[in-house]
């Protein structure tokens, strides 16, 4: 291989994403990449890639959908593209150069769908991710082939909780740690109970600011609007709010698996960021609903909305109860 080979690693700024990056670099060392990334609802990162000739490029846990025209321009340049991920793709281009693995089942997630592509190899990780994205029951079938104990168990569904937490924010400088950052500090470890061990100040830096918010968020009298099926929430301008989005949605989703949720976190412009929960028991519906309306997206358990304008809130409030009206 040329020596001229430029490795580009493109990756959601949450667990999964983390994870997924985590496990392709134990796999393939390549401390020379450029890594881009963002917080987690800055999805149109292969924008930000000018390919060339030779260049390998990775693209993890990003919806080949929001970045289909960056991917034509890169492959057109001879870039070879490993895309692998789990939101809605659409029509996936058809290119020697490209390796797709896509699978939307909302049972998966891209760190679960590296792991089949790497046979198991790191597969705490994996869980890890899964833990993160909020799939429980497969990130639990998963770890029953690793041999720890129950406690460590829990300890990698914190941790994956912690890293998916981290990821949210409207900008960097809401974060604990960069995603850029947070990778570099997990993936020098084989498994994540290197990190638990060598990192206890970073990960207590992350439960910390877990704690703290989500007490803030169970602590507040949200407004909402809700019907038996649906449960409208909203969180008010403050950074911590934006940091705990999504995994209080996830934690509504877990206390009451029938219903449906949305989390509305109010921006600095009056607009809204969304966070929008199918029913853990009926994994269906969020990414047609959030596809909607303009910067939505996702899969179809979990879906968002980076910048729903106050004039369409009443749309919004309407499209999420009919959606999930039984």
Known sequence: MSTSTRYIDVFNGDADGICALTQLHLDQPR?????????????????????????????????????????????????EVLYVDHHFAGEIPQDDRLTAIINEAPDVCTSLLVNGHLKNRFLAWAVVGAFGDNLKASAEIMAKHLDISEAQTRQLEDLGTYMNYNGYGERIEDLHFSPEDLFRLVSVHATPFGFLSDGKAHFQKLADGYNTDMAKAESTRPESVS????????????????????????????????????????????????????????????????????????????????????????AFAKAFTEQYAV
């Open 31 to 79: 401390a020379d990449a450029r890594l881009i990334t963002g917080v987690k609802r800055d999805i149109e990162l292969l924008d930000q890639v000018t390919a060339q000739a030779g260049d390998r490029i990775t693209v993890l846990d990003v919806s080949l959908d929001k970045n289909r025209e960056p991917l034509k321009r890169a492959l057109a340049a001879g870039a």
């Open 227 to 314: 019907t038996e099926h649906a449960a409208l929430l909203i969180l008010p301008d403050a950074a911590w709010a934006r940091r705990v989005s999504g995994v209080y949605s996830n934690d509504l989703t877990n206390l009451y698996p029938d219903r449906a949720h949305a989390v509305l976190t109010e921006k600095s412009n009056g607009h809204y960021l969304i966070s929008v929960r199918a029913p853990l028991n009926r994994k269906k519906g969020a990414d047609e609903l959030c596809r909607k309306f303009p910067s939505g997206g996702g899969r179809a358990a979990a879906a968002g909305i980076n910048d729903l304008p106050a004039s369409q809130f009443e």
